[in-house]
């Protein structure tokens, strides 16, 4: 279902908001931190760390309110189509899933604090090719690694939490190499932020944030 579906069902029946806000506040699940990480590193500027996991729009607004991230963009990856827009890839064709970027401080936050993050507040990463109310492979969840390091602590990540049972059903999330990254056009660009009072921001997204503020009040920024 699109977006634009989303928002006329729930504009139709607005009663259902409050409990779909509930749901999308439940999702948040407090997880061990990762066994093994990256170690603190004052000696890098940044590094960059790109995810998806649903619609962009609430994955780059819960890093952005992470402390040590720099920046956070909406955008596209994993796909074949060459410079992609967002109608091409709402099509589900292009093997593109809507992603975010996170530029990050190395010596503020590990990768795996950032993967801890993805996994409790900002998705379901047992959701398989959907996430909440948009279904697709553009909403499927994925690590892309930039380097064999990055590759390694998510693989180690998800077998410690599927080890531990940390979700009730099985971690769908794809490790894949990244190969690209498309930045999304600039009407998604810090959508979340800009409509707060959007309905699908205030139901799917602004939960996320406020249980990161909830569960990692040491990483919470009110940027």
Known sequence: MSRSIFLCVVMAVVVLAGVMR???SDRAIA??????DSALAANKSQ?????AGGCFWGIQAVFQHVKGVVSATSGYSGGSAKNPDYELVSTGDTGHAESVKIVYDPSQITYGELLKVFFSVAHDP???????????TQYRSVIFYGNDEQKHIAQAYIAQLEQ???FPHRI???V???TAFYPAEAYHQDYAARHPDNLYIMINDAPKVANLKKQFPDLYTGK
Not at 47 to 51: L, M, P, Q, R, Y
Not at 128 to 133: C, S, T
């Open 47 to 51: 590094e960059t760390a790109v995810i």
């Open 22 to 24: 509930l749901r999308a």
């Open 126 to 136: 047992t959701e398989l090719n959907r996430q909440g109310p948009d279904t697709g």
């Open 31 to 36: 997880l061990p931190s990762p066994v093994v």
């Open 164 to 166: 531990a049972q940390a």
């Open 172 to 174: 769908v999330t794809q």
């Open 176 to 178: 894949v190499p990244l």
